[in-house]
């Protein structure tokens, strides 16, 4: 294994999107890597599908059997403000991170340029400007379904770091344990998590994801309210109208390879999460439990993943 850089200067943007406005989120994006960048922040991390938002609550009209035309217009205005990768977006948040001299996490809703189907995708940039790994949602959770398709490519991509590997799963697609397992067994030491989940129970979960991998686990999340959805441009407004004033209260923070909080969960509030990894607790913790390595049992249980 090469020598690593034992310490990663991280920003955690916990904010809120520009619901539905694909120009005006890129341009938030943009200030907050500017922001992190003058605290000196080498890895910048944004949540689920901040560009253009997650329309939390809405069915886009859909009933099971059925769909109205409302519906379908509020979907195209969703549609329309999702962006293609790479695009004119993906361009200029590659030229802030160069600018910045900084990795990016952003998610974002992709559209696909020859298809049209939507996904639910997360995309790392390089310090060098590059756009280095797109990972499209595996299966989306619930009604999720009626917005973003299946992954068809981008399973588990990967980037190689000076502080080691970096990979990220999706909210829910944390919950597959095969999907852990297929990022363990690439040697990942900084899994990301973009997600929309601020309900108490996952943070058990992601301790134990931090405990089992051997991994920091970065949890960042949105914070966003029912005022922020654009009500006079939407024709199915009688779901938004039911939503809490808080639809999202967040919950991002940073968990160490002990399972461990290196910063705690951040509740009801736009943030940015400052911190400084010790990269050496990583291989620190493998000492007596490497999940795919030592303490692997591959005589008896293998993992198939097809990425092609």
């Known amino acids: ?62 009933r099971v059997g059925s769909r109205n035309e409302e519906g379908r217009k ?73 917005v973003w398709g299946d992954a068809d490519k981008g399973y588990f991509p990967v980037a190689q770091t000076p502080w080691g590997i970096m990979g990220s799963l999706i ?23 973009p997600n929309t989940n601020d309900n108490p129970e996952w943070q058990s ?14 949890n960042c999340d949105m914070f966003f309210t029912k005022q922020m959805y654009p009500i006079t441009q939407l024709h199915c407004c009688d779901e938004i109208v039911k939503l809490p004033d808080i639809v999202c209260r967040g919950g991002s923070c940073i968990i160490d390879p002990y399972g461990h909080y290196v910063t705690q969960p951040v509740w009801d509030k736009e943030d940015i999460i400052y911190a400084d990894l010790d990269m050496d607790k990583v291989y620190m913790s493998k000492m007596e439990f490497d999940v795919c390595g030592h303490y692997a049992r591959p005589d008896v249980l293998k993992l198939q993943v097809n990425e092609k």
């Open 1 to 62: 294994m090469k020598d690593l850089k034992k310490t990663c200067k991280i920003a955690v943007i916990q904010a809120a999107p520009i619901m539905f406005d694909k120009k005006a989120c890129t341009e938030k994006v943009i200030h907050l890597i500017q922001q992190a960048a003058q605290q000196n922040a080498e890895l910048i991390v944004f949540p689920e599908l901040f560009i253009p938002g997650y329309p939390y609550g809405m069915t886009f009209g859909f």
């Open 74 to 146: 509020d979907w195209k205005l969703y549609y329309d403000n999702s962006i293609v990768v790479p695009g004119a977006e993906t361009q200029q948040i590659a030229n802030a991170a160069k600018k910045a001299h900084a990795y990016i996490s952003i998610g974002v809703s992709e559209r696909d340029a020859v298809t049209g189907t939507l996904y639910n995708t997360n995309l790392f940039f390089s310090p060098q400007g590059d756009l280095i790994a797109v990972h499209r949602k595996l299966k989306p959770t619930g009604t999720e379904r009626v």
């Open 171 to 193: 909210c829910w697609e944390s919950y597959m344990p095969l999907a852990r397992a297929a990022l363990y067994e690439k040697g990942v030491c900084l899994y990301i998590s």
């Open 205 to 218: 979960t992601i301790q134990h994801i931090a405990l089992e991998g051997r991994c920091y686990f970065i």
